[in-house]
């Protein structure tokens, strides 16, 4: 997992310049179809839960599958963010945001190469997860099981043994962030699935609005309520870019004015029009918010916005030519060519970049226009041709001649930092791999990975294009989903051409039938907290027949019951016996926590048939 780093910043203007340039298909040397289709295969690896008929990497088994029941909410299945077992939520989203993102634009190249659907289902395994995450409008779990307890062992995710806690956050310990992130990658996937799955994409828009309240009602940073994030996945820009950024999602998602507006009101006080950057990445979305502005902009939907959103645009060069070393203040690069920004995983910051350059040139060529850099205009083809040196860069042309990408050409790592595939896989030998136990024999050997990892990329080389393929080098060995999102994007665009499309026209998917699977049917789990609910009464009043309720809610587990929350809908009538807070229910003022075996009663009257209760979450202590 990668720890971020600080920012890079500057406040220099740009002007804008229009003048009229289209780029040209790429071509190369380098099988870009079959690079995104082992990109894309590398999310099967990393997933968690129930694995589904259709998995493709068969050395991986199910795991977690208790994930969230300590405290009574079903946090299985998503992704572990890199080489260890850990679900980090704002990463994750990320991820899902990336590759939604990758989708929109060039899923029409994914689709004549094949490998839509799959794309679209790495998307749909992280959405399924975030919609179990967020079970109360203002309730979304971030991270189940801390980094500290996991990095202590060295196990396959089918053998964990360390305890799997989960953290969220609320009103009472918010994190826009992570809140705003979230709500982006729900609202991207809901266009990605608006045409197969109308439903599904209504009910992914739902929660994206539903989060993108929480995290702009009740703001902070999550990593100050979900503290065990710090070491891993510090907030360093804190969350007024990803409410900028989740607004700007929103917006292409809905197309409701009042999400143009809080980008247009809220530009220069969360920062959208102000910070230039040269990153952009897990943590810091200014750029990704630049570029999307950028293009609404250009659609010609700024409408009285336009002013604010031309200053948006400014920043969104200022990345595009820093990146090409033709600004004011410019990326590093390493000898061999490649963007530099960190030793710790630098590739992430490759493929994030590579994808914007990509989105933002053909922007461009659509809208007939040039990119403006302090030393001159620059052509769209160019930002384009930059983003295919950094993927071959990363595919083998190096001075190493090593490509970062496991299983692409001959020369890959073969230790990579990664649990599952550096331990033998469960199906081919089901002992026990105990979590000291598991660095002693499989951490320190020297040997290849027994699992092939195909299509991860992990960190990359160092400032002077060196690299050691040695697992205990996690700075360089160790791959992660977001390095991976972005590229699939630049590598399906690379593999397809343009095609000539016009990349300001709405999103139209082909019109396939995807490979979307629904998950595979689980066992059934008992849920410690039992509720029933029976007739007691009914009279006539007024020519209305009213009905009175019980309902009991008992605590069948073994343990403590706290913090429960209950959800009722097709109420009509009042309630006795609970304590109503916005949407929601919770013990009643004189009762805090329900003891093991313990049951509690509340009623409610209205003249109609039972309504629906549900619990929303809880605690067992």
Request: proline share 5%; net charge positive.
């Amino acid at each position: 997992m990668k720890r971020p780093a600080g920012l890079i910043i500057s406040m220099a203007p740009l002007l804008l310049v229009l003048v009229l340039c289209i780029p040209t298909t790429v071509l190369g040397g380098h099988d870009y179809g079959q690079a995104l289709s082992k990109s894309i295969l590398f999310f099967e690896a990393q997933r968690s839960g129930y694995l589904p008929k259709n998995q493709r990497v068969p050395w991986r088994a199910n795991s977690g599958l208790n994930d969230g029941k300590a405290s009574g909410v079903d946090l299985v299945g998503g992704y572990y963010d890199a080489g260890d077992n850990v679900k980090f939520g704002l990463p994750m989203a990320f991820t899902v945001t990336m590759m939604s993102w990758s989708i929109l634009e060039y899923g029409r190249q994914m689709a004549k190469s094949g490998e839509l659907g799959h794309a679209m289902e790495a998307v749909k395994w992280g959405t399924d997860y975030f919609i179990k995450a967020h079970p109360h409008p203002y309730v979304l779990y971030g991270e189940v099981r801390d980094g500290n307890s996991d990095h202590y062992c060295w196990q396959r995710p089918e053998d964990m043994t360390t305890d799997r806690r989960a953290y969220r956050i609320d009103p009472s310990n918010p994190g826009s962030d992570l809140a705003g992130e979230t709500a982006a990658a729900m609202a991207a996937a809901s266009l990605v699935f608006r045409r197969y799955d109308p439903a599904y994409s209504a009910e992914l828009l739902r929660h994206a609005q539903q989060l993108f309240e929480f995290a702009d009602k009740y703001r902070g940073k999550y990593d100050s309520s979900i503290t065990v994030a710090q070491k891993y996945y510090r907030s360093v820009s804190g969350y007024n870019d990803e409410l900028l950024w989740a607004a700007a999602w929103l917006y292409q998602a809905t197309n409701n004015q009042y999400y143009l507006e809080y980008l247009g009101k809220n530009g220069d006080s969360l920062g959208g029009t102000e910070w230039a950057m040269t990153e952009f990445s897990w943590d810091v979305k200014y750029a990704g918010v630049q570029t999307l502005v950028s293009k609404i902009l250009m659609q010609g939907r700024a409408g009285h916005y336009a002013p604010v959103f031309e200053r948006y645009q400014q920043k969104a060069e200022y990345f595009m030519c820093s990146c090409l070393g033709r600004g004011t203040r410019n990326v590093q690069r390493t000898p061999g060519g490649l963007l530099f920004r960190q030793r710790w995983n630098n590739l992430q910051f490759v493929t994030s970049a590579s994808f914007l350059m990509t989105v933002y040139s053909d922007y461009l060529a659509s809208s007939k226009r040039n990119l403006h850099c302090s030393s001159g205009a620059v052509a769209p083809s160019a930002l384009v041709s930059f983003a295919k040196s950094q993927v071959d860069y990363i595919l083998g042309d190096n001075p190493r001649a090593t490509s970062y990408m496991v299983g692409y050409g001959a020369n890959y790592p073969r230790q990579v930092h990664h649990r599952a595939s550096s331990i033998v896989s469960f199906k081919v030998n089901p002992t026990f791999v105990s979590c000291r136990g598991g660095y002693a024999t499989w951490f320190s050997r020297k040997a290849s990975d027994p699992n092939l990892l195909t299509g991860a990329i992990v960190g990359g080389p160092d400032a002077y294009d060196n690299f050691a393929d040695q697992r205990n080098n996690y700075e360089q060995t160790e791959p992660a989903t977001y390095n991976n999102a972005p590229l699939f994007g630049v590598l399906a665009r690379l593999s397809g051409g343009h095609g000539g499309y016009n990349q300001l026209l709405p999103v139209e998917l082909p019109a396939l039938k995807p490979i979307v699977s629904r998950p595979n049917p689980v066992p059934a789990i008992t849920s410690p907290v039992a509720v029933e609910q029976k007739l007691t009464s009914s009279w006539n009043s007024n020519g209305r027949t009213y009905y009175r309720y019980s309902t009991i809610v008992t605590n069948k587990s073994d343990k403590t019951l706290k913090n429960l929350w209950l959800s009722i809908s097709k109420l009509y009538g009042p309630v006795w016996g609970l304590t109503k807070s916005g949407d929601s229910y919770t013990f009643p003022s004189w009762l805090h926590s329900l003891p093991a075996g313990k049951s509690l009663e509340f009623v409610y009257i209205h003249s109609s048939s039972q309504a629906a209760v549900s619990i929303s979450t809880y605690t067992l202590e």
